[in-house]
């Protein structure tokens, strides 16, 4: 196993040595599990085709950073393991760009902890024996690379629970795991080919902010798989147009029920159904825009997107 020393990187440095390779917080992405990233986005970095963001994180990453520290003192007072850090970037002794940068080590047994800090609603998903699946496979490929048979994770939850667990290695899903990573490694990276564009809401954000601006006017002609592509999208409105009904339907009968009998809450042997007035305050522009067309001005903002709109030649 071979590591690289992070003492005496830039930031930016690090994210760039960081391109070089998969890293833990890469796994979730590339296995489906991360709802702020897709595989199609980590490839364009990995590829070098978007500009390295070296800017401010957000406010949870940035204190997520900082309470990284008491996460790990706590770990040590609660269970009188002592750790340190590595201030490496860890690298598998097969596949070299499968890397690891472990948030600390634990002295005097072959293991590591990781540390987290999660929000008050997500309490439930470290209840009893669960751990969120994409830490799960974040340490198992942690394992994976350093060569180890277990480790440790520690969460801080909402700011006042602590919680930590022992990961045992899980062979059978380090392999799915690797395989995985591989094949994005060898066959996206390496050979430029670019995963499926999929539906995730982090890509469709992805896709709108890159190709925010266009040439006006401009025309291009579309191979006959895009007749197909739209053929498709065709059938899903179709069968989402049954499903919604359905569902409206199904809706319906319950309210009808309810109204009947002048109820805001039904129970049944297995559910709680509720049907509440909720009272909405909006803004009316129109109006606004109608009796104050300089207060409307002062305050109205426009923003630029592009609408994909589809119509069939005849």
Same mark, same amino acid.
């Given at each position: 196993?071979?590591?690289?020393?992070?003492?005496?990187?830039?930031?930016?440095?690090?994210?760039?040595?960081?391109?070089?390779?998969?890293?833990?917080?890469?796994?979730?992405?590339?296995?489906?599990?991360?709802?702020?990233?897709s595989?199609y986005?980590?490839?364009?970095?990995?590829?070098?085709?978007?500009?390295?963001?070296?800017?401010?994180?957000?406010?949870?990453?940035?204190?997520?950073?900082?309470?990284?520290?008491?996460?790990?003192?706590?770990?040590?007072?609660?269970?009188?393991?002592?750790?340190?850090?590595?201030?490496?970037?860890?690298?598998?002794?097969?596949?070299?760009?499968l890397?690891?940068n472990?948030?600390?080590?634990?002295?005097?047994?072959?293991?590591?902890?990781e540390?987290?800090?999660?929000?008050?609603?997500?309490?439930?998903?470290?209840?009893?024996?669960?751990?969120?699946?994409?830490?799960?496979?974040?340490?198992?490929?942690?394992?994976?690379?350093?060569?180890?048979?277990?480790?440790?994770?520690?969460?801080?939850?909402?700011?006042?629970?602590?919680?930590?667990?022992k990961?045992?290695?899980?062979?059978? !899903?380090?392999? +799915?795991?690797?395989?995985?990573?591989? @094949?994005?490694? %060898?066959? #996206?990276?390496?050979? *430029? $080919?670019? /995963?499926?564009?999929?539906?995730?809401?982090?890509?469709?954000?992805?896709?709108?902010?890159?190709?925010?601006?266009?040439?006006?006017?401009?025309?291009?002609?579309?191979?006959?798989?895009?007749?197909?592509?739209?053929?498709?999208?065709?059938?899903?409105?179709?069968?989402?147009?049954?499903?919604?009904?359905? !569902?409206?339907? +199904?809706?319906?009968?319950?309210?009808? @029920?309810?109204? %009947?009998? #002048?109820?805001?809450? *039904? $129970?049944? /042997?297995?559910?709680?159904?509720?049907?509440?007035?909720?009272e909405?305050?909006?803004?009316?522009?129109?109006k606004?825009?109608?009796?104050?067309?300089?207060?409307?001005?002062?305050?109205?903002?426009?923003?630029?997107s592009?609408?994909?709109?589809?119509?069939?030649?005849?």
């Amino acid at each position: 196993m071979q590591a690289t020393s992070t003492n005496q990187m830039t930031k930016k440095e690090w994210l760039l040595e960081r391109r070089k390779g998969i890293g833990g917080s890469d796994v979730a992405t590339i296995l489906g599990f991360n709802k702020y990233n897709s595989p199609y986005q980590l490839w364009l970095d990995k590829t070098g085709q978007i500009d390295i963001d070296d800017t401010d994180v957000s406010e949870a990453a940035h204190f997520g950073n900082i309470l990284e520290e008491v996460v790990a003192k706590e770990f040590t007072e609660r269970t009188g393991k002592r750790v340190r850090r590595a201030n490496k970037i860890f690298r598998h002794a097969e596949y070299p760009f499968l890397n690891a940068n472990i948030d600390r080590d634990i002295v005097g047994e072959d293991a590591i902890l990781e540390c987290k800090t999660a929000s008050t609603y997500l309490s439930d998903r470290w209840e009893g024996e669960e751990i969120p699946e994409q830490y799960i496979c974040q340490v198992q490929h942690y394992m994976n690379v350093l060569d180890k048979q277990y480790a440790y994770i520690a969460v801080l939850i909402g700011g006042q629970k602590f919680v930590w667990k022992k990961i045992e290695r899980d062979q059978e !899903l380090i392999d +799915i795991i690797q395989d995985r990573l591989v @094949e994005f490694w %060898e066959v #996206n990276v390496k050979q *430029g $080919i670019a /995963p499926a564009i999929d539906g995730s809401d982090a890509t469709e954000e992805y896709i709108k902010e890159r190709y925010a601006n266009s040439e006006a006017g401009k025309e291009i002609t579309l191979n006959k798989a895009f007749d197909d592509l739209i053929a498709k999208r065709a059938e899903l409105n179709g069968t989402k147009k049954i499903v919604e009904e359905s !569902l409206k339907e +199904i809706d319906n009968q319950l309210k009808s @029920e309810l109204g %009947e009998q #002048n109820a805001e809450i *039904g $129970i049944t /042997p297995s559910y709680l159904i509720s049907w509440k007035p909720i009272e909405t305050t909006r803004i009316n522009t129109k109006k606004i825009k109608k009796e104050a067309p300089e207060l409307f001005e002062q305050y109205s903002s426009t923003s630029k997107s592009r609408r994909l709109s589809i119509k069939e030649i005849k």
